[in-house]
C-alpha cells in the first residue's frame, strides 16, 4: 500500500508570507494522482489542488502551487501571500491510478499570525 | 464539483444505541465513500458504496458495526452500531467527480458517551 508522509505537525506563517508545506509518499507506481485536501475548524474537507504524475508541470491554483518531484516522491504545496483564512489542517493524498480509495497523510496545522 | 450535504451535522449518544447518517448529493455520482476521521487524525477509509450491490468494506471494519446503504446514485447512509465511546469521529462522505477528484460532504461529529 501507498504510504503518504507530512513531516510537519505544524507550521505558522506572518499573513502575507511565503509558506511550504511538505509530503513525500511511497509508491511504485507510475501513473498516480496527487492532492492537497484543506480542513478548517469547520471540518469541511476542501480540495486546494491536484496534480497528475503524468504532467511535469506544478499545478497552481491562484496561490497555491506545487513542486512536484517525481523521482524524489515530493509533493509539497507553496502558499503565498498567506492570509488568515488560510489557517487549517492540509492534508495530502495519494491516488493510484488504479485505484478509488485516497491514502491521507497524518496532516499539518497552518497557523497565520497578523 | 458536486454539492454534498449530510445529516446530522453533530449528534452526541449513548452508549450501545445505533445512529445513521444520511449522505446525499446534487448529482447522480457512481461511487460513493464513507471515511472516519478519529481526533486529531487522519481520514481513514471505511468503505466503499456502489449502487446496486454491497459496500466494500476495508480491514478493520465490518458490515455488522458499519452498515451501509446505497438505494440510488444521489443518496447513502451509514449507521455506527452499538456505539461505545471509541466510535466518538468525525464521519464524512465522498464522491469522486471528474478527473478522479473526490469531493466531500461537511462531515457528521458524533459524540458517544
Known amino acids: 500500500a501507498q504510504t503518504v508522509t507530512q513531516s510537519q505537525p505544524e507550521m505558522s506563517v506572518q499573513e502575507a508570507e511565503t509558506v511550504t508545506l511538505s509530503c513525500t509518499y511511497d509508491?511504485?507506481?507510475?501513473?498516480?494522482?496527487l492532492f492537497w485536501y484543506k480542513q478548517p475548524p469547520s471540518r469541511q474537507m476542501i480540495l486546494v489542488i491536484r496534480?497528475?504524475?503524468?504532467?511535469?508541470q506544478n499545478a497552481t491554483e491562484n496561490r497555491f502551487s506545487v513542486n512536484f518531484q517525481k523521482a524524489a516522491k515530493s509533493f509539497s504545496l507553496k502558499i503565498s501571500d498567506s492570509q488568515l483564512g488560510d489557517a487549517a489542517m492540509y492534508f495530502c493524498?495519494?491516488?493510484?491510478?488504479?485505484?478509488?480509495?485516497?491514502?491521507f497523510g497524518k496532516g499539518t496545522s497552518l497557523l497565520v499570525t497578523p | 464539483s458536486a454539492v454534498i450535504s449530510q445529516k446530522p451535522s453533530r449528534d452526541i449518544c449513548q452508549r450501545g444505541t445505533s445512529l445513521t447518517i444520511q449522505c446525499q448529493v446534487d448529482?447522480?455520482?457512481?461511487?460513493m465513500f464513507w471515511y472516519r476521521q478519529q481526533p486529531g487524525q487522519s481520514l481513514t477509509l471505511i468503505a466503499t458504496?456502489?449502487?446496486?450491490?454491497?459496500?466494500?468494506?476495508e480491514s478493520g471494519f465490518v458490515i455488522d458495526k458499519f452498515p451501509i446503504s446505497r438505494p440510488n446514485l444521489t443518496f447513502s447512509t451509514l449507521t455506527v452500531s452499538n456505539m461505545s465511546p471509541e466510535d466518538s469521529s468525525i464521519y464524512l462522505c465522498?464522491?469522486?467527480?471528474?478527473?478522479?477528484?473526490?469531493?466531500f460532504g461537511p462531515g457528521t461529529r458524533l459524540t458517544v458517551l
Open positions: 496534480q497528475e504524475a503524468y504532467k511535469q
Open positions: 448529482s447522480q455520482v457512481t461511487m
Open positions: 465522498s464522491v469522486r467527480g471528474g478527473t478522479d477528484t473526490q469531493y
Open positions: 458504496a456502489n449502487q446496486g450491490s454491497e459496500a466494500t468494506y
Open positions: 493524498a495519494y491516488l493510484s491510478n488504479s485505484g478509488y480509495a485516497l491514502n
Open positions: 509508491t511504485s507506481e507510475s501513473d498516480y494522482y
